[in-house]
């Protein structure tokens, strides 16, 4: 079983913020029905792709789909006469969230900066050359826009009957080394275009393994396509 881990979203209210800054909604009048529709589309979708996906993400999914419920059954009334909003509990779990991620963020990026005038020395880790950020690699791609294209290069390729069992005759490193050879000759090639090549739904997935661990290490990058669910694929020595 090939497993991945993915950094974008640290937990979920992580994915909710996202979703809420994404669609530029109001984080005090979060519409239940959209985010709970969004936020099982990406779990299912994480299951698809075989990844291991934490129960505070289904604890998450449970809680949402408890407010939906709350939202279409008659207010409750607290001891002011005043009507309970379902979504307090959830609006302030993500404001506390929120408040320490962007500090989180502006630590780090403290930290990021002043490393490049203070060196630890005689400490490997500590390199002189600045690393390829990870983010810099996935330019104006999400996590979401992945699998959104993934799922769709799945969608074009039918499912194999489940009664057949064959031994998986392709591995991540061959696909790998797949992908370093398209892109030798090439700027950068196409997501879609290149799942056309692939023969089976296994080989779309190991392939797509392989794109995200070709990423992690910096020997690719992703930039947006004007075609929907589609993005390129360009190496970073080919710019």
Do not use: C
């Not at 291991?52 to 207010?75: C, H, N, R, S, Y």
């Not at 050359?129 to 996590?143: M, R, W, Y």
């Not at 290490?217 to 020595?237: A, Q």
């Amino acid at each position: 079983m090939y497993k991945i881990r993915l950094h974008e979203f640290e937990g979920p209210l992580d994915l909710l913020l996202f979703f809420l800054k994404r669609d530029e909604l109001d984080i005090y009048d979060i519409p239940i029905s959209k985010i709970t529709k969004e936020f099982m589309t990406y779990l299912h979708l994480l299951e698809q792709l075989d990844l291991e996906v934490a129960g505070d993400f289904i604890l998450m999914a449970a809680t949402l789909m408890q407010i939906k419920v709350k939202m279409l059954l008659p207010k409750d009334i607290d001891e002011k006469g005043e009507e309970i909003d379902p979504r307090a509990d959830l609006v302030k779990a993500l404001l506390e969230y929120k408040r320490y991620k962007e500090m989180s963020e502006e630590m780090s990026f403290m930290e990021s900066n002043m490393r490049k005038f203070n060196y630890r020395g005689n400490y490997e880790e500590d390199s002189k050359q600045a690393p390829n950020d990870f983010e810099t690699l996935l330019k104006n791609i999400t996590i979401y826009d992945l699998i959104k294209a993934f799922k769709k290069a799945l969608m074009d390729r039918p499912a194999e009957p489940i009664h057949h069992i064959k031994k998986w005759n392709v591995s991540i490193d061959e696909q790998m080394n797949y992908l370093a050879a398209k892109l030798k000759d090439k700027n950068s090639v196409s997501f879609l275009d290149l799942m056309l090549e692939m023969r089976d739904r296994v080989r779309i997935v190991v392939t797509f393994i392989a794109m995200l661990e070709m990423v992690k290490s910096g020997t690719i990058g992703l930039r947006e396509s004007v075609t929907l669910n589609d993005f390129f694929i360009y190496g970073i020595n080919n710019g």
